[in-house]
């Protein structure tokens, strides 16, 4: 599984990115305003800190500037991923962009009809809102488990980003699907590493360790 982070916070992606742990960045417009820069400067930025994609959404809603704003996007470095919105006009943009070899993310999914045509679409990837389908009283990983069963029926190459997560359990319930990919904000990426029984052991080891008087090395 694929662990992107989402966020636009520098900081906080070099420090993720040098764990050896982070395979992508998704971005979106909020988390470029959140982050205070502009954004071409900051999506350029970003991907010379990590190799893998890096999602950055235009904002046009129709075909032609969708195709505009992403031939500006797509020349800011080579792991750029052109996000765009699951409409019509994205689709067919996503259609075009995909068939010249630019990456894709298929951004604000809440279907899995909406998901089976973003991989007729060919898109690279698709991104359920997991966390904003729980927050309207829907289940987002009965989503996630739909669209892994139908990508599945067909051989779709199209990867499944699961997006909007807020906890560890979305992380631990999307591997148990096989998604393909999570992307997390920061938080929740650190909070997969942490458990109080980690923390309670290591205290305990290292109170005991000291007692022996001994150093290592
Ligand atoms: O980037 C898309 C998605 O991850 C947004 O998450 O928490 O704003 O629903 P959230």
Redesign the pocket.
């Known amino acids: 599984m694929k662990f992107f982070v989402?966020t636009a916070d520098v900081a906080d992606i070099a420090e993720l990115a040098a764990t050896g742990l982070l395979d992508g960045v998704?971005?979106?417009p909020?988390?470029i305003h959140k982050s205070g820069r502009p954004f071409l400067a900051v999506v350029k930025e970003i991907c010379g800190i990590v190799d893998g994609p890096v999602?950055a959404e235009v904002v046009a809603t129709d075909y032609e500037n969708m195709l505009r704003e992403a031939d500006i996007v797509r020349k800011l470095a080579d792991n750029v991923c052109v996000k765009l919105p699951l409409t019509m006009d994205g689709l067919k943009a996503c259609r075009k962009l995909t068939s010249e070899g630019t990456m894709v993310n298929v951004?604000l999914c809440f279907s899995a009809t909406q998901a089976l045509l973003a991989a007729k679409a060919g898109a690279t990837f698709i991104?359920p809102?997991v966390?904003?389908h729980d927050d309207v009283g829907f289940n987002g990983m009965d989503l996630i488990e739909d669209i892994r069963l139908i990508y599945d029926n067909y051989d779709f190459t199209t990867e499944i980003l699961v997006?909007?997560?807020?906890h560890p359990v979305h992380v631990l319930e999307a591997a148990k699907i096989g998604a393909d990919v999570m992307?997390a904000?920061p938080a929740v990426m650190r909070a997969l590493a942490k458990h109080p029984l980690t923390d309670r052991g290591l205290e305990q080891f290292l109170a005991d360790w000291a007692k022996t008087g001994e150093t290592i090395g």
Do not use: E, H, I, K
């Open positions: 989402d998704t971005t979106n909020s988390l999602s951004t991104s809102f966390g904003r997006a909007s997560v807020r992307t904000p």
